[in-house]
């Protein structure tokens, strides 16, 4: 994929959540390692939780509920 012209991709941004992307992708991370994925679409971790990062394995989703002050609180008793 390296030096192949881009092409438009489409881009989904989630919150809390992964960031989605039409691929074939190819990522390279901070520390200079390359990875690509020839899926049809990828979900990019956005909260570095996901033990296949840069891959989303759904981790944000045991805290984003806990996390997030918009969820519904019970009722006084």
């Known amino acids: ?3 192949v012209p881009a092409e438009r991709r489409r881009v989904t941004l989630q919150r809390p959540g992964p960031l989605l992307i039409e691929g074939p992708v190819e990522v390279t991370s901070e520390n200079g390692t390359t990875v690509s994925s020839d ?4 979900a990019l971790c956005t909260c570095r939780r996901s033990s296949i990062y840069p891959w989303c394995d759904t981790s944000h989703r045991r805290r984003a509920g806990a996390d997030d002050p918009r969820r519904a ?3 006084p008793t």
């Open 1 to 3: 994929m390296p030096n």
């Open 39 to 42: 899926r049809f679409r990828v």
């Open 73 to 75: 609180q019970p009722p």
